[in-house]
């Protein structure tokens, strides 16, 4: 089973930068068995992949909407994951949700994962 608790969302000026956490609490498996990934949701859209860090932590993948100017990261003793958010615009505006999933394949798809946190509002003011 596992529980994950977003931080780190606020309200945030055009080109600004913001830092998300993502804290998990598991059982019966430990935290680097776990794929992660950020999603968002932005008004009237669709839950949409943003980026993932398989069970490796080797190699991350982005959406091309973010590339560049977004950084996943993760601590296994921690059993966190990041997401460093910079030159930010009013289109990343958006309900951020991180998600587990266990296996080794990296999915980008948001009903591919098990798990989900409750999601941690990011404004991005003009």
């Known amino acids: 089973q596992v529980q994950l608790v977003e931080s780190g969302g606020g309200l945030v000026q055009a080109g600004g930068s913001l830092s998300l956490s993502c804290a998990a609490s598991i059982s019966g498996r430990t935290f680097s068995s776990y794929a992660m990934g950020w999603f968002r949701q932005g008004p009237g859209k669709e839950r949409e992949f943003v980026a993932v860090?398989?069970?490796?932590?080797?190699?991350?993948y982005y959406a091309a909407s973010v590339k560049g100017r977004f950084t996943i990261s993760r601590d296994n003793a921690k059993n966190t994951v990041y997401l460093q958010m910079n030159s930010l615009k009013p289109e990343d505006t958006a309900v951020y949700y991180c998600?587990?999933?266990?296996?080794?394949?990296?999915?980008?798809?948001?009903?591919?994962?098990?798990?989900w946190g409750q999601g941690t509002q990011v404004t991005v003011s003009s």
């Open positions: 860090m398989p069970q490796s932590g080797i190699n991350t």
């Open positions: 998600a587990a999933r266990v296996s080794l394949l990296v999915r980008t798809t948001p009903s591919d994962y098990n798990y």
